[in-house]
């Protein structure tokens, strides 16, 4: 097998339902052999992550809002108990006030950008810092961003800035954290209909102008997107770091 995750241990955090980026990543984790712990965000949400959580054998199911310090430090330290080490970690998760995130850029609030930020970007370095020790021969960090982050998409607004940041920052932790065998990138998925995504304006006619221009003609899966994360996880991608993966079926290389 070129993609191998046996005996790995991972941690995904961003599972909403079956439709989310972070379930199909999470999927070919586990077919390539991977032990995983899988958070979900509240009791609103366990209901639709633990039947997920339980068709992946899940060893480890716990709550994290990352927005709760507290959270984040109990999954990290429950992970250290149970596995006593990590291999690999998808941060999938991103968020913006409905109100900021469908103003323009100038009229969001300051309170707004701050939770895009955190949720978005800080909450990847607080992870980091929490998973690097538990990481003792290497291992690899992901997270998802878009292609929103470099070139202006209609309607994506504030949350293309938060992306933008999010993707600086994978190049930062790239260079610190080399030295320890651990590699950070960042795959660019093209639009993918998830729970987070319908709440872009336009997003319907987003996918369909894609599909217009991208050269492949066919809309990014779940599957897919999953397909490169455990490629990127395993020992195949180890000579990767610091990078921002795009899968859109060419979509971003058209002018």
Aim: hydrophobic fraction near 45%; charged fraction near 20%.
């Amino acid at each position: 097998m070129i993609v191998d995750l046996n005996g790995k241990k991972g941690l995904v955090i961003g599972i909403a339902n079956k439709d989310s980026i972070a379930y199909g990543c999470a999927k070919k984790f586990r077919e390539a052999g991977a032990g995983l712990a899988v958070t979900y965000l509240n009791e609103k949400a366990k209901p639709f992550v633990e039947p997920l959580a339980n068709e992946l054998a899940a060893e480890l199911f716990m709550p994290c809002n990352v927005m709760v310090a507290e959270d984040l430090e109990k999954v990290f330290s429950q992970i250290e108990q149970e596995f006593g080490k990590l291999d690999f970690l998808l941060h999938s998760i991103a968020f913006a006030p409905k109100e900021d995130l469908h103003s323009e850029v100038y009229k969001s609030s300051k309170d707004g950008f701050m939770s895009a930020m955190d949720v978005s970007c800080y909450s990847m370095i607080e992870m980091t810092r929490l998973a690097l020790p538990l990481m003792k021969d290497g291992g690899s960090i992901l997270t998802m961003s878009y292609y929103g982050s470099e070139k202006v998409i209609r309607d994506y607004n504030l949350m293309g800035i938060a992306k933008a940041a999010l993707e600086s920052t994978v190049r930062y932790l790239a260079a610190e954290l080399g030295q320890f065998g651990v590699r950070v990138n960042a795959i660019s998925p093209g639009p993918i209909m998830t729970r987070a995504a319908s709440g872009i304006k336009g997003f319907d006619q987003l996918i369909s102008n894609t599909l217009q221009v991208a050269p492949l003609r066919d809309p990014v899966s779940i599957d897919g997107v999953g397909n490169l994360a455990a490629f990127l996880a395993a020992d195949s991608g180890r000579e990767i770091t610091g990078q921002v993966v795009l899968i859109d079926g060419g979509y971003s290389i058209i002018g």
